[in-house]
C-alpha cells in the first residue's frame, strides 16, 4: 500500500503550447498510466516551470517531461533546460514535427535528452507507451526513486511555521507540508506525541520528530552541513548571497581551500526573487533559487564547503591569521576573510505590522506564500526591481495586486523594463505617495490603514497579504569596533579609506589597501554590504571574484 500510495504522488507532467494536443496527450497519458501516477498538463514554458517548482516545495517526485519543441516565449529545449535545474533526474522527452528533427538531435546534447518523439504519436500503443514504459523504467531503478521527505505540521497564519518552510524551501530540501486543522496533520501530532500547542512540528525523514525547531538544529537533522570540517583555510567567506557564492566558487576553483558560512539560506535577497531578466546569459530570465542552486552546486564541485543556519558574531586578528567567532562559541580561522554579508529589507515601522510578521506580513518575496495568495488582494510595499519582479510573479494569480510607493512614480527606483510589464499588466495597479499607516487583525493580516502622503488622507482596505520590500540595512552590526563603516552601516573599502591620500591609522603596510580591502589587511568585501556598491547581482557576483583576485595578490605578497 505505502509503495501505491508513493507511485500516486510520483508526476509525469506534459507541455504544449496548443491545448488540443495538451489535452490529446493527457489523455493518452492517462489511459494508461493514470492509475499509477499523477498527470499534470501545461499550456506554457512558464507555467509548466511554475507547476514543477510547486511539486518541487511539496516534495513531490517527477518521473517523466514531456514537452512541445514550438512553444512561443521558450521553446522546448530552453524549458527543457530550466527544468533540469528543478528536477535533474526526470527523464525528458521532446515532442516535435518531422522538420524539427535536427533541434531534437542537438538537445541530446543541450539537454541530456531521454527521446523525441514525431507528431502524431498515433497509436500511442506503438509509438508512445513503449518509449514511457521503458523510462519510467529507468528511472524507478534510478537514484531518483522515491524517498522519504521532511513533513512539516504547522497553522496557516504562524509566524514560526512560515520561517521553516522557507528556510526549507530556499535551502532545497524537499517538505511536505500539513495543516494542523487537517485529518493528516492531526494524526501526525498524535504519531508525535503533540497535542498541536507547540508548532511547527517537523518530522524528519528519518522519523525524527522536532517541535518548534531553531534553524541550526533543523539543518542539521535534514542533511545541510553546519560545523566545519577543518580549523583552518585559506579563505573564509561570510554570507551566501551572489556576492558570496561568486566568491566561492571563483576561491575554490582557483586552489584555495575555501569555506562559506551562511547564516540562513545561500542566495540572499536575490535568491528569493522570483524572476531576474537582466542577468547576463540569460534572455529569458532566471529566477533566484535557480541562480543559487547552480551556483551552490558550482562551489561544491570545486571544493568549497558551504555552512548553513552558522551566525557569525565576531571577527579577531590573531597575528597572520583571521578568525571568524560564531554564536555558539566555536571558531574558524583562515589567512584571508570576504565579507559578503549583504542586506535585510527594513522593517516597515507602522503600528500592526510587527505582530503581524509572517501572518500576512512578509519581508521580501515569501515565495511559499505565494500559492495561498491565489484569487486574493496583495499589496507590495516598495518602488524598487525587487518589488516589481514580486508583482509580476504575484499577479499571476492573485486577484489584484498594488505597489504602494512613496515617490511620484517607479522611474527612480526601478529597471524601466519592469515598469514597461507592470503597465502592461491588468491587475496591476500602481499607488503613488502612499504609505502604509498601521495594519490591523488578530491572529492574521486583515486590514490596512493607507495614507495619502500629499493630502493627508487615510483610507482604510481589506488585505490579507503584504510583501515589503523598503530599502536595505547592511547586516554588519556584528563588526562594530573592528571594521571601518559608513554612517548607515555600509563598509569601507580602498580608496574610501583614504580620502586624504593617507592610510587609516591603525594601518601597518607599506601599501595602501586594495580596491575592496577593508581597514583589516586580508579582509575584504563584496557586495551589497560595501559602502556605494551597485546593488545589482552582476556586480555583486564580479566583485566576488575580483575580491579572490585581491586575496590571491594579499596572501603572494604576505
Known amino acids: 500500500m505505502a509503495q501505491a500510495a508513493e507511485a500516486a504522488r510520483t508526476v509525469i507532467l506534459t507541455v504544449d503550447d496548443d491545448p488540443g494536443v495538451s489535452r490529446a496527450v493527457a489523455r493518452d497519458l492517462r489511459r494508461r498510466y493514470g492509475e499509477s501516477y499523477r498527470i499534470v498538463r501545461a499550456e506554457s514554458g512558464e507555467s509548466a516551470l511554475d507547476a514543477l517548482r510547486e511539486l518541487k516545495l511539496r516534495g513531490d517526485l517527477v518521473a517523466v517531461i514531456l514537452a512541445d ?44 535528452l531521454d527521446h523525441y518523439l514525431l507528431k502524431p504519436w498515433d497509436p500511442p500503443e506503438e509509438k508512445l507507451y513503449p518509449v514511457l514504459d521503458d523510462l519510467l523504467e529507468a528511472w524507478r531503478c534510478s537514484d531518483f526513486r522515491p524517498v522519504p521527505s521532511t513533513k512539516v505540521v504547522g497553522h496557516r497564519w504562524s509566524a514560526r511555521s512560515s520561517d521553516v518552510r522557507e528556510f526549507l524551501a530556499r535551502n532545497q530540501v524537499p517538505y511536505r507540508w500539513y495543516s494542523a486543522e487537517e485529518p493528516e496533520g492531526q494524526r501526525l501530532l498524535a504519531a508525535a506525541g503533540q497535542d498541536g500547542q507547540r ?40 554570507g551566501g548571497g551572489p556576492a558570496g557564492l561568486g566568491a566561492a566558487v571563483y576561491g575554490a576553483s582557483e586552489g584555495l581551500r575555501t569555506v562559506l558560512v551562511e547564516r540562513s539560506a545561500t542566495g540572499g535577497q536575490a535568491g528569493q526573487s522570483s524572476r531576474i531578466e537582466n542577468y547576463l546569459g540569460f534572455p529569458d530570465g532566471v529566477s533566484g533559487a535557480q541562480l543559487t542552486d547552480r551556483a551552490r552546486r558550482q562551489a561544491a564541485k570545486f571544493g568549497a564547503e558551504i555552512l548553513t543556519a552558522r551566525e557569525v558574531t565576531g571577527l579577531e586578528v590573531n597575528g597572520a591569521a583571521r578568525t571568524v567567532r560564531f554564536s555558539d562559541g566555536s571558531a574558524v580561522a583562515a589567512h584571508s576573510v570576504i565579507l559578503a554579508t549583504g542586506v535585510s529589507y527594513r522593517q516597515l515601522q507602522a503600528p500592526g505590522c510587527n505582530d503581524l510578521t509572517g501572518c500576512g506580513v512578509f519581508y521580501g518575496s515569501a515565495l511559499t506564500e505565494a500559492a495561498s495568495c491565489q484569487g486574493h488582494d496583495v499589496y507590495i510595499v516598495g518602488g524598487a526591481n525587487s518589488a516589481g519582479q514580486a508583482a509580476m510573479y504575484l499577479a499571476r494569480g492573485a486577484k489584484s495586486v498594488t505597489l504602494l510607493v512613496r515617490g511620484a512614480d517607479l522611474s527612480a527606483s526601478m529597471s524601466y523594463y519592469l515598469i514597461q510589464q507592470i503597465s502592461e499588466a491588468p491587475n496591476i495597479s500602481v499607488r503613488a505617495r502612499t504609505v502604509v499607516e498601521s495594519a490591523h487583525g488578530s491572529d492574521h493580516l486583515e486590514q490596512l490603514t493607507l495614507r495619502d502622503m500629499d493630502t493627508g488622507r487615510t483610507e482604510l482596505v481589506d488585505a490579507q497579504w503584504m510583501f515589503v520590500f523598503i530599502g536595505a540595512a547592511p547586516l554588519t552590526g556584528w563588526l562594530d569596533g573592528t571594521v571601518l563603516r559608513d554612517e548607515h552601516g555600509f563598509i569601507l573599502t580602498g580608496p574610501d579609506l583614504t580620502p586624504d591620500g593617507r592610510p587609516p591609522a591603525d594601518w601597518e603596510l607599506d601599501r595602501p589597501p586594495y580596491h575592496l580591502e577593508t ?31 585581491l586575496v590571491h595578490r594579499y596572501l603572494e605578497q604576505s
Not at 539543518?219 to 579563505?235: C, E, I, M
Not at 551597485?534 to 557576483?541: H, L, P
Open 69 to 112: 519543441y514550438r512553444m512561443p516565449q521558450m521553446n522546448g529545449i530552453e524549458f527543457l533546460e530550466q527544468a533540469l535545474d528543478v528536477y535533474p533526474g526526470a527523464r525528458r522527452i521532446l515532442l516535435t514535427a518531422y522538420a524539427d528533427t535536427g533541434a531534437a538531435i542537438d538537445a541530446i546534447n543541450v539537454v541530456d
Open 199 to 238: 508548532l511547527p512540528l517537523v518530522i524528519t525523514p528519518d522519523g525524527a520528530p522536532l517541535v518548534e525547531p531553531q534553524a541550526p538544529e533543523l539543518a542539521a537533522r535534514v542533511g545541510l552541513a553546519t560545523t566545519p570540517t577543518a580549523d583552518f583555510y585559506d579563505l573564509v567567506v561570510i
Open 519 to 549: 581597514n583589516i589587511p586580508g579582509v575584504f568585501v563584496a557586495g551589497d554590504a560595501r559602502a556605494e556598491s551597485a546593488k545589482r547581482v552582476a556586480s555583486a557576483v564580479g566583485e566576488g571574484a575580483m575580491a579572490v583576485m
